[in-house]
């Protein structure tokens, strides 16, 4: 069956950066586009980024969409050798503490469908 | 302040039925599917309704979904102590180029 599985995730001061992994199994990651989700402590779920499956672009060409939030900061990217989407998070501020998830979706394409499967999280704490 | 807008809360007793909206706008709700998820407590989100009112395979059918227009309901049946959870709404927004969910829903079950 489907399994995501988060990392990286800790304690990192603000400004620093963090790349945090999502392994995922159980279906041919390199079909699907794939999500990262965050959640701040007792707060609502929010999108952080989309990626298509390679090769794949939007009518608008691209491959990737970011939240305003985390645009220009955050960077998503793929291994599809192994079977793993990432997230390098550089400058990082206090905000961007939070539960991260990331999920996958039924296509390949942009704009996505619906977030069909999730991982368990990885935590983030951004502090001095 | 979210894209799409949810109560912060609804209850309703054992047995009972409870409904759950989300209301957005012409370019997100209006344009494109809505999805559903789950988050019971300490857990992570999951998937509950997509393409507005289809169930994933093993998802009870207490569980249903609607849109009408630039809005959506969650509607649950038959209400049991096992669905307090936060429940939310997402969708694609076209002019924001952005995934938007609700603000979310937390169910009690009284």
């Known amino acids: 069956q489907v399994q995501l599985v988060e990392s990286g995730g800790g304690v990192v001061q603000p400004g620093r950066s963090l790349r945090l992994s999502c392994a995922a199994s159980?279906?041919?990651?390199?079909?699907?586009?794939m999500y990262w989700v965050r959640q701040a402590p007792g707060k609502g779920l929010e999108w952080v980024a989309v990626?298509?499956?390679?090769?794949?672009?939007?009518?608008?060409?691209?491959?990737?969409q970011y939240a305003d939030s985390v645009k220009g900061r955050f960077t998503i990217s793929r291994d599809d050798s192994k079977n793993t989407l990432y997230l390098q998070m550089d400058s990082l501020r206090v905000e961007d503490t939070a539960a991260y998830y990331c999920?996958?979706?039924?296509?390949?394409?942009?704009?996505?469908?619906?977030?069909?499967?999730w991982g368990h999280g990885t935590l983030v704490i951004v502090s001095s | 302040q979210s894209v799409l807008t949810q109560p912060p809360s609804v209850s309703a007793a054992a047995g009972q039925t409870v409904t759950i909206s989300c209301s957005g706008g012409?370019?997100?709700?209006?344009?494109?599917?809505v999805s559903w998820y789950q988050q019971l407590p300490r857990t992570a989100p999951k998937l509950l309704i997509y393409?507005?009112?289809m169930r994933p395979s093993g998802m009870p059918d207490r569980f249903s979904g609607s849109k009408s227009g630039t809005s959506a309901t969650l509607v649950i049946t038959g209400l049991q102590t096992g669905d307090e959870a936060d429940y939310y709404c997402?969708?694609?927004?076209?002019?924001?180029?952005?995934?938007?969910f609700g603000g979310g829903t937390k169910l009690t079950v009284l």
């Open positions: 999920a996958k979706d039924p296509t390949g394409q942009l704009p996505p469908e619906y977030l069909q499967h």
């Open positions: 159980g279906f041919t990651f390199s079909s699907y586009a």
């Open positions: 990626i298509s499956s390679n090769g794949v672009l939007s009518a608008d060409g691209r491959n990737k």
């Open positions: 012409t370019s997100n709700i209006g344009m494109n599917y």
């Open positions: 393409d507005n009112d």
């Open positions: 997402g969708t694609w927004d076209r002019s924001l180029s952005a995934v938007v």
